[in-house]
């Protein structure tokens, strides 16, 4: 489990029983005689929350069933880095705290952190032990709640050699201002939404990447790429955009209905007919051979082409399997002959350009529906409405598409889960 440190409390209980535990640990602090003197005022603060977001990362720990150790990240740059994406939680008095924790036996480290790349170094894990849970009320996910974080407008470089990309501290201007407001501004219709995930069990649970799956995960971040407010742009942080596709159907409910997943098809590719200015053809524009198969492998090079800069010379990863009967100089002829009219853009990176496009129509998009009356969650080529809903946003996307390319004609997909 990911550590997350705009995790907070909520209920009164709980918020009661931090600060009876805080001031729990700075007496514990004084037997040890780990303090000389007195925290100063803002000092204090930062101690506070950065006990209050350990406590509940905890406790979220404690109530999942997964037997998962918490992941924390203790790298110099987290820590100390002096730049606008620092998070107060962090810094000495963190590492103190874990310190702390673990000479009280509340806290049990399992492996040390260690770099692994010149710019990437592992996390911490840690497992809390039984005695901490006793100190607290009995805690479900609705206990809890989450800060927006320091920053939810990320600019990044491209990636290193490492596969990496480092984040880039900006100077502030009007665009990174309006560009910041768009957020802010969705951000507090989600926290406004009426918004759930159903099921005691399933009302929070472990993402594949360590992510806590819980409502209370529902503000966004927007990353640029590369260096540039033209590439990338794409939402991030919502717990909705790591679940399965069948889980989002099972699980969500919004304004206490079920959900639609409105899609535009293939919409990486046909973005690239709009900046050719081609007419956009009909039927899938990943079925190359006109059959259905290889679909996932025809998908996976044509988005590799687009990113790309300079010819292809080897697959995409795990591409190669899912067309078998074809080596590479083979595929990419019949993609070129299949899209010709966008093939002088293979190879020619403008892969994040497309991006950038796609998430703009996105919160163009979500926007509309919000200023309607319409919660809408943003996926990256898609928006989850509640059923009834779906209709209406299948008609503000079609006019985001034709009004943003100049093209009459917007192919979109409505799916619903499957029938009980």
């Given at each position: 489990?990911?550590?997350?440190p705009?995790?907070?409390?909520?209920?009164p209980?709980?918020?009661?029983?931090?600060?009876?535990?805080?001031?729990?640990?700075?007496?514990?602090?004084?037997?040890?005689?780990?303090?000389?003197?007195?925290?100063?005022?803002?000092?204090?603060?930062?101690?506070?929350?950065?006990?209050?977001?350990?406590?509940?990362?905890?406790?979220?720990?404690?109530?999942?069933r997964?037997?998962?150790?918490?992941?924390?990240?203790?790298?110099?740059?987290?820590?100390?880095?002096?730049?606008?994406?620092?998070?107060?939680?962090?810094?000495?008095?963190?590492?103190?705290?874990?310190?702390?924790?673990?000479?009280?036996?509340?806290?049990?480290?399992?492996?040390?952190?260690?770099?692994?790349?010149?710019?990437?170094?592992a996390?911490?894990?840690?497992?809390?032990?039984?005695?901490?849970?006793?100190?607290?009320?009995?805690?479900?996910?609705?206990?809890?709640?989450?800060?927006q974080?320091?920053e939810?407008?990320?600019?990044?470089?491209?990636?290193?050699?490492?596969?990496?990309?480092?984040?880039?501290?900006?100077?502030?201007?009007?665009?990174?201002?309006?560009?910041?407001r768009?957020?802010?501004?969705?951000?507090?219709?989600?926290?406004?939404?009426?918004?759930?995930?159903?099921?005691?069990?399933?009302?929070?649970?472990?993402?594949?990447?360590?992510?806590?799956?819980?409502?209370?995960?529902?503000?966004?971040?927007?990353?640029?790429?590369?260096?540039?407010?033209?590439?990338?742009?794409?939402l991030?942080?919502?717990?909705?955009?790591?679940?399965?596709?069948?889980?989002?159907?099972?699980?969500?409910?919004?304004?206490?209905?079920?959900?639609?997943?409105?899609?535009?098809?293939?919409?990486?590719?046909?973005?690239?007919?709009?900046?050719?200015?081609?007419?956009?053809?009909?039927?899938?524009?990943?079925?190359?051979?006109?059959?259905?198969?290889?679909?996932?492998?025809?998908?996976?090079?044509l988005n590799?082409?687009?990113?790309?800069?300079?010819?292809?010379?080897?697959?995409?990863?795990?591409?190669?399997?899912?067309?078998?009967?074809?080596?590479?100089?083979?595929?990419?002829?019949?993609?070129?002959?299949?899209?010709?009219?966008i093939?002088?853009?293979?190879?020619?990176?403008?892969?994040?350009?497309?991006?950038?496009?796609?998430?703009?129509?996105?919160?163009?998009?979500?926007?509309?529906?919000?200023?309607?009356?319409?919660?809408?969650?943003?996926?990256?080529?898609?928006?989850?409405?509640?059923?009834?809903?779906?209709?209406?946003?299948?008609?503000?996307?079609?006019?985001?598409?034709?009004?943003?390319?100049?093209?009459?004609?917007?192919?979109?997909?409505?799916?619903?889960?499957?029938v009980?």
């Amino acid at each position: 489990m990911r550590f997350d440190p705009q995790l907070r409390a909520r209920s009164p209980e709980l918020k009661e029983a931090i600060g009876r535990f805080t001031q729990h640990l700075i007496a514990q602090e004084d037997e040890f005689g780990l303090r000389s003197r007195a925290r100063k005022d803002e000092d204090r603060r930062k101690f506070t929350i950065a006990v209050e977001a350990v406590a509940c990362n905890l406790l979220m720990q404690g109530l999942l069933r997964e037997d998962a150790a918490l992941a924390v990240p203790l790298d110099n740059n987290m820590m100390w880095g002096a730049n606008r994406y620092r998070n107060p939680v962090y810094g000495q008095h963190f590492l103190g705290l874990l310190d702390l924790l673990e000479r009280l036996k509340l806290l049990k480290r399992v492996t040390t952190g260690y770099r692994f790349s010149r710019t990437a170094k592992a996390p911490s894990l840690f497992k809390t032990v039984t005695d901490l849970g006793k100190r607290f009320p009995k805690v479900t996910p609705a206990s809890f709640c989450r800060e927006q974080e320091p920053e939810i407008l990320v600019l990044k470089s491209g990636r290193d050699d490492d596969g990496k990309a480092t984040l880039i501290s900006y100077v502030e201007s009007q665009k990174t201002r309006t560009l910041r407001r768009q957020i802010k501004r969705i951000n507090d219709w989600l926290l406004d939404a009426d918004i759930e995930l159903t099921g005691t069990r399933t009302a929070a649970r472990l993402g594949e990447e360590g992510e806590v799956i819980a409502s209370y995960r529902r503000t966004l971040r927007r990353t640029f790429n590369n260096k540039s407010w033209q590439q990338g742009g794409r939402l991030s942080g919502g717990f909705w955009l790591t679940m399965r596709r069948e889980d989002r159907f099972r699980l969500i409910r919004m304004n206490g209905k079920p959900v639609a997943d409105v899609d535009y098809q293939q919409l990486f590719p046909r973005l690239a007919y709009v900046r050719a200015r081609a007419t956009q053809p009909a039927g899938d524009l990943y079925d190359v051979t006109g059959d259905g198969t290889g679909r996932d492998g025809w998908k996976l090079l044509l988005n590799a082409l687009l990113f790309t800069r300079g010819p292809l010379k080897r697959w995409p990863r795990d591409c190669s399997p899912l067309l078998p009967q074809l080596n590479l100089k083979q595929a990419l002829a019949l993609l070129e002959q299949k899209h010709e009219p966008i093939a002088h853009l293979f190879g020619t990176g403008i892969g994040f350009e497309l991006m950038f496009l796609e998430s703009e129509l996105l919160i163009a998009v979500v926007t509309h529906l919000f200023e309607s009356g319409i919660p809408a969650l943003p996926l990256h080529d898609a928006v989850l409405v509640a059923e009834p809903n779906a209709a209406a946003a299948k008609a503000a996307m079609k006019h985001a598409f034709c009004a943003g390319s100049g093209q009459s004609r917007a192919f979109i997909k409505i799916e619903f889960g499957p029938v009980k």
